[in-house]
């Protein structure tokens, strides 16, 4: 099992909605079966921002791992003149929230806000689905 295909897109803008197209954006994430690659790369990358400063990847839904309740990704964002951004992206589709995420988000204590658990949609053909998900992120100058 190589677990449930993942598409993750969003943008990167400043606190006024304007594009931060000189940021860099870094991801990392265990695999389906919640273990780290900390060997190589695999589930790691530096990504590339569009001229709109949107970006996207393709993956897989990362598993659970004995220290941490819930699936996430981890995202580094940085860019000249704002404050480094570190924050994960969580899934409402996780059986952590007992499907409900307004209400056990909290059931993870290092989710800070609602808001970083969001919104799954399940698409694609009936023998090829696949998780889909949009993530903005927002920078804040220093």
Known sequence: DAGMP?????????TRGEAMRDATLEIWH????????IAG???????PLDAEARYQFDTVMPGHY???????VHYLVTAPGHKPLITQLYFATDPVFEGDPDKNFTKDPLIQSRELVR???????PKAMY???????????L
Do not use: S, W
Not at 6 to 14: K, P, S, Y
Not at 131 to 141: G, H, Q
């Open 30 to 37: 265990a695999d389906h079966g919640g273990h780290y690659d």
């Open 6 to 14: 993942l598409a993750v897109a969003g943008r990167i803008i400043d």
């Open 131 to 141: 998780a889909a998900v949009n993530f903005e992120l927002c920078m804040e100058r």
């Open 66 to 72: 004995p220290d941490r309740v819930c699936q996430h």
């Open 41 to 47: 790369y695999r589930f790691r990358a530096k990504l």
């Open 119 to 125: 919104p799954v949609r399940i698409t694609g053909d």
